[in-house]
């Protein structure tokens, strides 16, 4: 491409056309985009116009139930969304400066973490800023940062890897590992191996389980490092979430994976018993991402720290 070329694309870019992609990735709909952003459709249109005529190419693509970005538009989007951030950085700068006297939190989480983690770092948050409103939405890790990346959120907490997690990731967004949670074989107190700390592979073959759904990360963790180590179980009941297998392992129908962080009252009241499996890898990381410091709302930086210092001190 020319000199010339290239200095004629950065002229007709602008900011204007950055905010109408990102509205419409948010969306889905040129229509809700433009209500957002107080623009018709018609002039909406036009912008995401102007943004094709200066890239040389789509950056949407229309169909019956609303719109869908074009691999150009897709290329597009971390900036256009890091653009718009900017910019309701800006507008909620003045909220941060008065002490967070209001705004919103919107906390993306996996389930484990929503349930086990995120109460006492809300309670926290919400005793200093009580006017904050709080929104908690829960999802898989994956579908988590998706949704941040997108901005339908503003900070997310999962059970994952936070290099995996990192992968492919949008790159104006911080991602670090918060602290580690391993995945225990919980039994109750009659349980026949309810005695041991750690137990091997062998210990495990033909062992009655209760299991997770096969869509469950945990399960799939599971089950890779059993057949692996060429360790088969009995399935004696299946079923779906975190509490539902915990009952499950509580009511007697068997052993059951479950993550350190879920069972956490339960082996300090008695009735559940974590016991390690050294041969076994079943660590995962809790891992926080939210957009780098200038692009994201006001109580952002303030939430994280509270998070990193009570992970710090355990809670």
């Known amino acids: ?117 995120l109460p006492t770092f809300l309670a926290r948050f919400h005793a200093r800023y009580p006017a904050v409103e709080i929104r908690v939405t829960r999802h898989t890790a994956e579908e988590a940062m998706r949704a941040l990346e997108r901005g339908l959120g503003d900070v997310a907490l999962v059970r994952g890897s936070a290099t995996v997690m990192a992968d492919g990731f949008a790159p104006n967004f911080v991602v670090q590992k918060l602290l580690d949670d391993e995945t225990v074989l919980a039994v109750t107190p009659n349980h026949p191996l309810a005695r041991k700390r750690v137990v091997s592979s062998a210990d495990l073959y033909g062992l009655g389980i209760v299991s997770r759904e096969p869509t469950s990360a945990t399960q799939t963790l599971v089950q890779r490092a059993a057949d692996l180590a060429g360790v088969r179980f009995r399935t004696m009941f299946q079923t779906v979430g975190v509490e539902a297998l915990k009952e499950a392992v509580l009511q007697g129908f068997g052993a059951g994976f479950l993550s350190k962080l879920a069972i956490r009252r339960e082996v300090e009241a008695g009735t559940l018993k974590a016991i390690r499996i050294k041969t076994f890898d079943l660590k995962q990381h809790i891992t926080i991402s939210y957009p780098e410091s200038g692009q994201c709302a006001p109580a952002v930086p303030i939430f994280v720290d509270i998070v990193r210092k009570l992970s710090q001190n355990g809670g």
């Open 1 to 117: 491409m020319s000199l010339e070329a290239k200095v004629q694309i950065s002229m007709k870019l602008t900011h204007n056309h950055l905010y109408a992609l990102a509205w419409v990735a948010r969306t889905g709909s040129i229509t809700a985009a433009g209500n957002a952003l107080g623009r018709t459709q018609p002039a909406l249109s036009a912008q995401l116009k102007m943004l094709a005529d200066a890239v040389g190419a789509p950056v949407i693509i229309r169909h019956r139930h609303g719109v869908t970005l074009t691999s150009t538009g897709k290329e597009l989007l971390a900036y256009a969304e890091s653009c718009l951030r900017a910019l309701e950085g800006a507008q909620q700068a003045v909220t941060r400066m008065r002490g967070l006297e209001t705004g919103k939190l919107n906390v993306l989480a996996s389930t484990s973490v929503a349930v086990y983690m």
